[in-house]
């Protein structure tokens, strides 16, 4: 193929705009000087590619004739991920799950293929980690047969390409890209270039025939998706699995999103028969049993989840130098910061105390909101005052010790309002000083165990 020569430089006057194919000192036409000067030739792209004119079925429209009613979103058959995709899965979109070794993936892809295909769809669920024999195993052991649901084990691209056309899915779920390879490109499975090329091609057989594709990404050492970052960019969903190996509590959240909200969180629990969903998780961080001095409940929002969470600080007298910080569930340093401002403006000495600060049942918490509920429980520890059941503290701490609001602090107290709490403790008190003295006139059994100074 001929390749096409450059145009010539041109050169035109400033003034009148006569042309010329040679510079000249004096416009031939207006009969100036040095008004004659280089034109700059055409440049990029399109020197290079030729238009083509779009076909009628793929011509530009006005937004306002494009519909809708050909991709409704379908239920997955699990509640919890439906809430986090925006209400199902949209026909032709590419999911993208994430989530630490060992959380729960492929078991919450598993149920998720069980259900859709109790639904009446077929699926595909195409493990290129295990065996047959080994997924077969665990849907046994979580109930998740079905004759609809089909499974392939293969780490090639165009051998999965090609199970797709003999089994026409209506879903299908990749476990995992970084351990898919394609022929066409060098290098082992997990490379970028291969990570890059195996997503593509298949986010691009999602497009063309509308159908959903769910691709299971491994994770770096910091958390993130491995991998290039053109990965989160292609898909239409990226999804976070997360959980403590610890326990049992399973949280699922959406990073990206175009189909839906970025904010909704769902809730699951790893059990012996696999994974179930928590549809009102409210009593799972709360402790059972009568209440003891170094306990507050906090209102956290997840997602558009307003949740009780409690907040259990011990204190202990120590000789040492360097007093003992020890945080789990909460940002270590906020609650150092807390205890700063409860020595400072409210008078509880915490220097000369080792402080243990923790949440129930593994949930982390570590929004600003959490800052009254710890300064409640670090003084009703050290001054032996025991928070009712029907007192619940929100509030961020400012270092002048005054209470600042918090986001959506209508939908916290209507929600523990709901779970029954009759006071809510927040920036209405203004000052933490203000709030201690709040949450002691609560008290119900209060054990002189210290000298209590007044707040």
């Given at each position: 193929m001929a390749t096409r020569k450059p145009a010539p430089p041109a050169y035109v006057c400033t003034e009148c705009g006569w042309t010329t194919a040679k510079w000249v000192g004096r416009c031939g036409e207006c009969q100036q000087w040095g008004t004659v000067q280089e034109q700059?030739?055409?440049?990029?792209?399109?020197s290079r590619v030729t238009a083509l004119a779009p076909t009628a079925d793929r011509a530009a429209r006005p937004i306002t004739q494009i519909t809708t009613r050909d991709a409704p979103r379908r239920t997955s058959g699990v509640g919890e991920f439906d809430r986090v995709l925006g209400g199902g899965i949209v026909p032709g979109a590419a999911i993208l799950l994430s989530g630490e070794p060992g959380v729960g993936k492929s078991t919450l892809l598993l149920e998720v293929a069980a259900q859709a295909a109790r639904g009446g769809r077929r699926v595909l669920y195409a493990s290129a980690e295990e065996s047959p024999g080994q997924v077969r195993l665990r849907a046994e052991r979580t109930g998740a047969l079905h004759d609809e649901l089909y499974l392939a084990s293969e780490t090639d691209l165009a051998t999965i390409l090609g199970h797709i056309d003999a089994v026409q899915p209506q879903l299908v779920i990749v476990d995992s890209v970084q351990t898919v390879s394609s022929s066409l490109i060098d290098g082992a499975a997990g490379q970028p270039s291969q990570?890059?090329?195996?997503?593509?091609?298949?986010?691009?057989?999602?497009?063309?025939?509308?159908?959903?594709?769910?691709?299971?990404?491994?994770?770096?050492?910091?958390?993130q998706v491995a991998g290039p970052r053109v990965l989160e960019h292609l898909v239409d969903v990226v999804c976070h699995f997360e959980?403590?190996?610890?326990?049992?509590?399973r949280f699922i959240r959406a990073l990206k999103n175009r189909f839906g909200p970025t904010d909704e969180v769902g809730c699951f629990e790893m059990t012996g028969d696999g994974i179930a969903e928590v549809p009102d998780p409210s009593g799972l961080f709360l402790s059972q049993g009568e209440t003891e001095p170094g306990t507050c409940v906090a209102i956290s929002l997840e997602g558009r989840r307003a949740l009780p969470v409690e907040v259990q600080a011990l204190t202990i007298d120590t000789a040492a130098p360097n007093p003992r910080r020890v945080v789990h569930g909460l940002d270590a340093s906020r609650v150092a910061m807390v205890l700063a401002?409860?020595?400072?403006?409210?008078?509880?000495?915490?220097?000369?105390?080792?402080?243990y600060v923790s949440t129930v049942g593994g949930v982390r918490f570590t929004e600003p909101a959490a800052d009254l509920a710890i300064a409640v429980a670090v003084a009703g520890s050290i001054q032996q005052i025991r928070v009712p059941r029907t007192v619940a503290a929100v509030g961020e701490l400012s270092l002048a010790g005054e209470i600042r609001p918090v986001t959506q602090s209508a939908q916290r107290r209507s929600e523990a309002s709901r779970l029954g709490y009759e006071q809510v403790v927040d920036d209405r008190s203004k000052t933490l000083r203000a709030a201690l003295n709040d949450v002691r006139a609560r008290n119900t059994s209060r054990r002189p165990e210290r000298d209590i100074p007044p707040f």
């Open positions: 700059s030739a055409q440049t990029g792209i399109l990570v890059r090329e195996v997503a593509a091609t298949l986010i691009r057989v999602a497009k063309d025939r509308g159908l959903p594709i769910i691709i299971v990404g491994h994770v770096t050492k910091d958390g959980g403590d190996r610890q326990t049992s509590l401002i409860l020595e400072r403006r409210a008078g509880i000495k915490t220097s000369n105390l080792d402080v």
